[in-house]
């Protein structure tokens, strides 16, 4: 499915609200001032994900997994290539570089730093669609984007969608570029474009 | 409560971890035995209280956000690297602390409502030490590497120090650090500091490291020194720079102001570091030491050479009256046979010596690079006929049987005639001198593509496989198996080689072992099959022998003596004198024709004199002719702007002078 002109604008602009509380959330971890640029949204099929991936992240990727439930259930990423996470980690923590021998700190600094993220972008969609979602405890892969998405595809019994949010920030100066992907059945799809619609319909009203 | 007692219980026996549960007003309602023993807190006495007010300092930290977060649904992970603890638990390590500690804490949901919170608590205490022993390892590691790479890349010492104590300071995490020399005076000189500012601590009385100690910590027996102590060093790692024996080289050392302790791990690595240093200023000594070596070496092969071309410049001026004796000899008592027999034998001999003094002159003008070759187109054949033709004397006194085959096609070089003559000749020399009395040569000149060849093989005593690679070397002879001594000075093939490659051509010995004779081949770039002789002109008939007013200069006396004796022998009108001035007067009293006049005078030497003669309108057609021990270009060309007409090089070949003395005045 596509998203039409408004739908997008929608998304971008409730995306916008959730990332700020993001950048906030992560400049209170680390001290530092942290800069969100507008994020870009985009939505499609799982099986033209990783072209549109490409434009944020290539090879090796450090990628939180954080699976929700509730009436709009999916799965939600926090992509970062191992270079950006590389920066990140150590631009937050001094933990070292997150590579697949990478110590204990470092995966967790990034766990944190992902769940934060997550958190903050999920916790607004909640709180201003007015859906209740349930969390796992996030998860750390560090994975060619081939294999993690293969794992999305596998046991699928129905036609999923993504959605896909690309967004560039800078901590201490550095950039970090990374995407989050929120994907979804076509039911919950269906139901948190809705969600997102009448929350439109209702910042309009205001 | 939102996890019920069994879960609980399961929970905490499927891990080592702390596990406390709370309400959904963070009332705990449930504490492990784990939390118990760590915090000194029974189940009983945490049970029931508010989270905030069994940990007052939570909401302080701004730790509430997590437990908002858990409410709210939502997982939080606190990662041990952005929140050093949770719960303030005491270390479970023996030093003073708290446990570090990674934490999570989680919605405790029941359909889908929250009811509570569980916070998940390990002990990572041991884990954080475990990673930082190996990040400071890795950083030692890379830091050795450089200061390895400094050393080996040869930079000076002080720039190895300085590398060496930024790297020492950086990686132990020190305020200060120091590289010192140790003077002779036994005072110490700073190579290398760090962390001082502008106001370095005075190095020279430093009494913090006996020489005898290679490592040293501050604050735990050994203290500070005043210096260190004015600015705050309290504790502080030194360690001995080896140097040669038992003395070092100097000490590198790390301070701090907090009082410290060092780890086994830090003290191997300033060892390390320092070693380094070392090996370093070790290679730097020897480098210098090298070049010391070298340059007295060079320095006294230089004087080598300028002794040999002294020595041989000396032996060669005695060699010229005595020629000249002989030949007067031999010329006025023409019919007493004995007398022709050993002026003959005279003759040989003196021919002998000034060959080798010739070569010991031209070996030492070639390591210095002063010979100048006057090529000339010419045919091989004859090169070989004149090379036989110097050797033959030696070859027909030992008996040996000599077969010259020529080419039937003239070869044509391009080559200093008297040069390849002499290679050659020395060549055959040498197979004359090493045969065996009755042996055999052969000698066989040809063509080879665009090379032209000349092989001398022999029957001679051949030589070992060793040998083959250092026949050309300087004063190399093949160890004296036949019972005399073949005499020479071992330059004879040096020298051939020598002047071959100043040619483009190359000497090459075979030999298949001692005992089994050896070949010696000669290859010269030859010009093409049918090139043009231009070179050999028709040399012009001498003219008749004229009787000629002659002076003689030359401050040897017996030199000047003999050299008139011979040429009145020859019906010249002849005079000598012994200086210049005495050679101006005789020259204006005498009007001579010719005047041979030797360059080294005391006093006005021969340039001046022929300068003055040549002044002199009435001695203008005088022809002056230089004698001297120097033939290289630059001295020719300064005898002809002297105003001199010929050059001769001592010892002067009679038979030269002759064809000069015959030939018209030059002037």
Known sequence: MTLSESQKDAVTELVNIAFSRTAAALSELTGNRVELNVPEVSAHPIAELIPALGRFVHGEVATVHQIFGGPVSGDAFLLLDIDGATRLVSLLAEAGAPTTQMGESAREVLAEVGNILLNACLGVFGDLLEVRFTFAVPRLHLDSLGSMIDSLMIGADEIRHSLLIGARFRVRGSEVTGCMVLVLGVTSLDLFVAAIEGWAERATRA | ?667
């Open chain 2, 1 to 667: 409560m939102g996890l019920s007692r069994v879960l609980f219980g399961q929970l905490d026996a499927i891990g080592d971890w702390g596990l406390l549960a709370t309400d959904a007003d963070l009332t705990v309602t449930g504490w492990n035995r784990w939390l118990a023993v760590r915090s000194g807190v029974p189940a009983e006495a945490a049970v029931g209280r508010r989270l905030y007010d069994l940990f007052p300092d939570l909401e302080a930290r701004g730790l509430d956000r997590y437990y908002r977060q858990a409410l709210g649904g939502q997982t939080a992970i606190l990662s041990q690297r952005l929140h050093k603890y949770v719960l303030p638990l005491p270390s479970p390590a023996a030093d003073s602390g708290r446990m570090q500690q990674s934490v999570r804490v989680v919605p405790l949901v029941a359909g889908s409502v929250v009811e509570g919170t569980l916070t998940i608590v390990e002990d990572a205490t041991e884990r954080v030490a475990r990673e930082a022993d190996l990040q400071n390892r890795s950083r030692q590691q890379a830091a050795l590497a450089l200061s390895a790479r400094s050393a080996l890349a040869g930079h000076d010492i002080a720039a190895v120090c300085r590398d060496a104590v930024g790297h020492i300071a950086e990686t132990v995490g020190a305020d200060f650090a120091e590289a010192l020399e140790l003077q002779t005076d036994g005072t110490w000189a700073a190579l290398a500091g760090t962390g001082w500012g502008p106001d370095a601590p005075e190095p020279g009385a430093r009494g913090i490291l006996d020489h005898d100690a290679e490592v040293v910590a501050l604050g735990s027996g050994a203290r500070a020194d005043a210096e260190l102590a004015a600015r705050g060093v309290t504790s502080g790692l030194v360690v001995r720079i080896p140097g040669r024996g038992a003395k070092p080289f100097g000490l590198l050392a790390v301070y701090s102001r907090a009082a410290r302790r060092f780890t086994p791990d830090e003290v191997q690595f300033a060892r390390a570091l320092a070693d380094i240093v070392g090996t370093a200023a070790e290679r730097k000594l020897l480098e210098g030491e090298l070049r010391v070596r070298a340059e007295a070496l060079a320095e006294a092969d230089r004087r080598k050479d300028e002794f040999l071309a002294m020595l041989a410049h000396e032996l060669r001026n005695p060699l010229a009256p005595v020629r000249n004796a002989v030949q007067v000899l031999r010329a006025t008592r023409a019919d007493d046979p004995a007398v022709v027999r050993h002026a003959d034998l005279l003759t040989r001999q003196i021919g002998h010596m000034a060959h080798l003094v010739d070569d010991l002159l031209d070996v030492s003008r070639i390591t210095r690079g002063k010979v100048d070759l006057r090529k000339v187109r010419v045919d091989l054949a004859d090169l070989v006929a004149a090379a036989v033709e110097t050797a033959r004397p030696l070859i027909e006194a030992r008996r040996h049987q000599l077969r010259v085959s020529l080419p039937a096609e003239p070869v044509l070089v391009e080559a200093d005639p008297t040069r390849i003559t002499q290679s050659l000749g020395n060549i055959l020399t040498n197979a004359a001198k090493y045969t065996e009395d009755g042996g055999h040569i052969w000698v066989a000149a040809g063509r080879d593509g665009a090379e032209a060849t000349v092989s001398v093989r022999d029957t001679g005593i051949g030589l070992s496989p060793e040998m083959l690679t250092r026949v050309f070397d300087l004063f190399t002879q093949e160890s004296r198996t036949i019972d005399r001594s073949q005499g020479g000075l071992g330059i004879g093939l040096t020298l051939a080689r020598r002047l071959v490659e100043m040619h483009g051509g190359t000497v090459r010995a075979a030999s298949e072992g001692p005992g089994r004779g050896s070949e010696f081949t000669v290859r010269l770039p030859a010009l093409p099959p049918g090139a043009d002789r231009a070179d050999r002109g028709a040399r012009p008939e001498p003219a008749p022998t004229a009787n000629r007013r002659l002076l003689i200069v030359d401050d040897n006396i017996d030199s000047a003596e003999s050299m008139a004796e011979l040429l009145a022998l020859f019906g010249h009108n002849v005079r000598t004198a012994h200086d210049g001035r005495a050679a101006l007067t005789a020259a204006r009293d005498l009007r001579p024709e010719v005047i041979l006049l030797d360059i080294g005078l005391p006093g006005l030497d021969g340039y001046e004199v022929a300068r003055r003669i040549r002044q002199n309108p009435e001695l203008h057609s005088t022809t002056l002719i230089a004698m001297t021990g120097y033939g290289q270009d630059e001295d020719r060309r300064k005898t002809r702007e002297a105003g001199f007409d010929h050059h001769l090089v001592k010892p002067v070949d009679v038979d030269e002078l002759c064809r000069i003395l015959r030939s018209p005045p030059a002037r």
